[in-house]
T-cell receptor, first 114, second 116 residues
Framework: GESVGLHLPTLSVQEGDNSIINCAYSNSASDYFIWYKQESGKGPQFIIDIRSNMDKRQGQRVTVLLNKTVKHLSLQIAATQPGDSAVYFCAEKYSGGGADGLTFGKGTHLIIQP | GAGVSQSPSNKVTEKGKDVELRCDPISGHTALYWYRQSLGQGLEFLIYFQGNSAPDKSGLPSDRFSAERTGGSVSTLTIQRTQQEDSAVYLC??????????????FGPGTRLLVL
């Protein structure tokens, strides 16, 4: 079946640096993408989402970029802080039919070095 | 406001027993989802409820799994004759609806199920 995957399982960055977490998706029909942050022992926390009619969307310290040509999604976190340490999941959905749930990647563990 | 709540937070059971997991969605959210997260893995979609429509059960892994949603609000996920491979975190999410601008899913803290 089609799925969303991640390029790197672990990413280590220095506190204060910017981080980029990448995600590849395989369903070219997907039109909704979302990033979640999951801290140990907690449920996923919504960060930012983007629809396929956009290629960039910004939030507070975060930016999501969507490249539909190569089916690539990325999450940029500016000026990382210790509290950003977590596992980050990308997910996709096709709104036009099929299963109603999100399809998740396996996650990238972001480690912030002091 | 209150987020999605789930109970119990942890559940230990013996192989072969039935378990019930509860989810209380965000007030006003008509869509409710159940996912399963195995150790170190991503989330796996199980089932979806939208209002009073028939649920999307396409993700349920076997007929031992079932779910219901009473009154369009609280949902219960039931696993019958539990197996050790059912051990996982069961996560519930809700969204305003299914349409554009309503689909953002907000998750609860999960129920950690351990089958001995």
């Amino acid at each position: 079946g089609e799925s969303v995957g991640l390029h790197l399982p672990t990413l280590s960055v220095q506190e204060g640096d910017n981080s980029i977490i990448n995600c590849a998706y395989s369903n070219s029909a997907s039109d909704y993408f979302i990033w979640y942050k999951q801290e140990s022992g907690k449920g996923p926390q919504f960060i930012i989402d983007i629809r396929s009619n956009m290629d960039k969307r910004q939030g507070q310290r975060v930016t999501v970029l969507l490249n539909k040509t190569v089916k690539h999604l990325s999450l940029q976190i500016a000026a990382t802080q210790p509290g950003d340490s977590a596992v980050y999941f990308c997910a996709e959905k096709y709104s036009g039919g099929g299963a109603d749930g999100l399809t998740f990647g396996k996650g990238t563990h972001l480690i912030i070095q002091p | 406001g209150a987020g999605v709540s789930q109970s119990p937070s942890n559940k230990v059971t013996e192989k072969g027993k039935d378990v019930e997991l509860r989810c209380d969605p965000i007030s006003g959210h008509t869509a409710l989802y159940w996912y399963r997260q195995s150790l170190g893995q991503g989330l796996e979609f199980l089932i979806y409820f939208q209002g009073n429509s028939a649920p999307d059960k396409s993700g349920l892994p076997s007929d031992r799994f079932s779910a219901e949603r009473t009154g369009g609000s609280v949902s219960t996920l039931t696993i019958q004759r539990t197996q050790q491979e059912d051990s996982a975190v069961y996560l519930c999410a809700s969204s305003l609806g299914r349409g554009v601008g309503q689909e953002t899913q907000y998750f609860g803290p999960g129920t950690r199920l351990l089958v001995l």
